[in-house]
């Protein structure tokens, strides 16, 4: 498929994941330090200006003024469809067979 295809289908999977989240959901959440902690969804947009960070998240033992809007990449659940990861990478072409002398 082409690029755009490509970028419409990542969408439309996200779009489509963001839809089995629901408020209260517990979850793992990646907090800017890159690691992964405990979480609970507190709202899911679907609001167009929300579309790269549809769900807003509270983080277990942390003040509400840690919550953040999060994109579904950053987000990790058992209860969440998983995405197949597409080769961005080509194969690599076979290397030249020495000839026999």
Known sequence: PSVCAQV???VSSFGAMADTLEVGMK???MYSDGEYYPAEVVQVSESDKRKKAPIKIHF?????SDDKWMSMDKLKS??????KAE???EKAKPKAK???K
Do not use: F, M, N, Q
């Not at 058992?78 to 995405?83: A, E, Q």
């Open 60 to 64: 277990v033992g942390y003040e509400t």
């Open 78 to 83: 058992k209860k969440l469809p998983k995405v």
């Open 8 to 10: 419409a289908l990542r």
């Open 87 to 89: 080769d961005s990478k």
């Open 98 to 100: 020495a000839k026999a």
């Open 27 to 29: 979850l793992k959440a």
